[in-house]
């Protein structure tokens, strides 16, 4: 059974440009999550989706966006590029759930680097 | 301003001994917490969780307490063995998000555990 898996691993862009990174959640999960994982810190919440909608957003610019698709995959795009978004993003599924923790199943992440 | 806060980066710990990792918060409205563990070149993977109605969760040699009066939280290993090591995130939530699927959880910086042969 395959967990979370994302594209690309990694990837080198220079500023101002524009980037996809895309996520496939683990079988029978239904909502994506998206996290930022600057060095030395935590991982930062981005954005959820369910239902193909975005149900919940952390404190991101709106140069962040993203996309669930029927088959509950997902993209994260990122425009016009700075230095500070070099950083690990890490994909992560669970199911929703009406009452408990929000246990998250993350993917190994894309190393994005900005030049 | 970090409401998840994990002070130590770094903790060694010998083998077969008790690790104690500790978490401090400042949002009373967080309703679950969190431990997952990261190896490099990994995503984080979930370890054990605590409602805030709780006080203490259980789950093989891995223990989590909670004192919401302290807004404190620690993970307890016992016996530590050498797999164990690898950082250590305590992350929170609130409730489950009326919209579906549940709030984005908030993560601290992480402790790295090495525990010496």
């Known amino acids: 059974d395959a967990g979370v898996t994302q594209s690309p691993t990694h990837l080198i862009k220079t500023r101002g440009q524009q980037v996809t990174l895309r996520c496939s959640p683990k079988s029978g999960h239904d909502t994506v999550s998206w996290y930022q994982q600057a060095l030395g810190q935590g991982p930062q919440f981005i954005f959820q989706y369910y239902e193909e909608e975005e149900r919940q957003r952390g404190n991101f610019p709106d140069r962040f966006s993203g996309h669930q698709f029927p088959n509950y995959s997902s993209e994260l795009n990122v425009n016009a590029l700075l230095l500070g978004d070099s950083a690990l993003y890490l994909c992560?599924?669970?199911?929703?759930?009406?009452?408990?923790?929000?246990?998250?199943?993350f993917g190994a992440g894309s190393r994005l680097t900005v030049l | 301003d970090q409401q998840v806060k994990q002070n130590s980066p770094s903790l060694s710990v010998q083998e077969g001994r008790i690790s104690i990792l500790n978490c401090d918060y400042t949002?009373?409205?967080?309703?679950?917490f969190l431990w997952y563990k990261k190896y490099p070149a990994e995503g984080p993977t979930f370890l054990i969780s605590?409602?805030?109605?709780?006080d203490k969760n259980e789950d093989g040699r891995f223990t989590v307490f909670l004192n919401k009066s302290a807004k404190h939280l620690s993970l307890h290993i016992v016996p530590s063995q050498p797999g164990d090591s690898a950082v250590y995130f305590c992350?929170?939530?609130?409730?489950?998000?009326?919209?579906?699927?549940?709030?984005?959880?908030?993560f601290g910086k992480g402790t790295h555990l090495i525990i010496q042969p």
């Open positions: 992350a929170a939530s609130g409730l489950v998000y009326s919209g579906g699927g549940a709030d984005g959880l908030t």
């Open positions: 605590i409602s805030s109605i709780k």
């Open positions: 992560a599924s669970s199911l929703a759930v009406v009452s408990g923790a929000n246990v998250l199943t």
């Open positions: 949002n009373s409205m967080f309703d679950y």
